[in-house]
Structure formats: structure tokens, C-alpha cells
């Protein structure tokens, strides 16, 4: 049956009234790093398709990827990589039905953004 005071309902709210808060943030982030790192696994196996078929397709896959670019691509999916993963962990501490307080929950949100650039940064060190 038709809704005859479809009209008279409040409007729900938009993402223009809120303000964004950082664990709202966060979390769109996660989502987002999450889709970077599937587009990021494209890239890795392409590479690893050109070195196993000849040496002139893996030459230019293998100079996409240590193109300036391309660097900047790895190092983003290498911190999409860390903050995903600290996210997640997060998300386990939460599954346990704990830091749902105000305060913990931004003390969190602030932890996995500062953890995720420290461990970047670390395996970047490490690496090089």
C-alpha cells in the first residue's frame, strides 16, 4: 500500500550535516586502503606474469614499478598495507566489547594512524 505521509517525514540525515569525526575517518580510510590494496595486487602480479613470460615485457613491467610512480605506489600500498592491518587489529580489540568509550575510540583511531606511519616507515628502513 502506497505511503500517503511519505512527505511529512523528516529528512534523514546527510553527510552534510555531520561533521566528520576521526573515527568515522578512520574507518572510510579502511575501506578505502582495502580497495588500494586489491589495485595494488593487480600491480605486483602483473610483475610477476612479465618475469615469467620474456625479458622485454618483464623490462617494462619492471620499469613501471621503479618508476618514480611507481615507487610512490609501492610506499602508498606498503602504508595501506600497515594500516589495514592495524585497523583490523583494532577491530579484534573491539570484537572482545571493549574501547567503546569516546575517548578510547579517538585514542585508537590516533594509535592506528601513528602505528601504521611507524611501521611504514620502519619496514622502509629495514628495507633499503
Not at 90 to 98: A, F, I, K, N
Request: hydrophobic share 50%.
Amino acid at each position: 500500500m502506497a505511503d500517503v505521509n511519505r512527505g511529512n517525514r523528516p529528512l534523514s540525515p546527510h553527510l552534510t550535516i555531520y561533521k566528520p569525526q576521526l573515527n568515522s575517518m578512520t574507518s572510510i580510510l579502511s575501506r578505502i586502503s582495502a580497495i588500494g590494496l586489491s589495485l595494488a595486487i593487480v600491480l605486483v602480479v602483473w610483475w610477476f606474469l612479465a618475469l615469467s613470460t620474456d625479458a622485454e615485457y618483464f623490462a617494462l613491467a619492471n620499469g613501471v614499478l621503479n618508476s618514480w610512480i611507481g615507487g610512490l605506489v609501492m610506499i602508498g600500498s606498503l602504508w595501506a598495507l600497515w594500516y589495514h592491518t592495524c585497523a583490523g587489529i583494532r577491530h579484534l580489540y573491539w570484537d572482545t566489547g571493549s574501547g567503546f568509550e569516546l575517548d578510547k575510540v579517538d585514542r585508537s583511531s590516533y594509535v592506528v594512524i601513528g602505528a601504521s606511519v611507524l611501521l611504514t616507515v620502519i619496514t622502509l628502513i629495514v628495507a633499503f
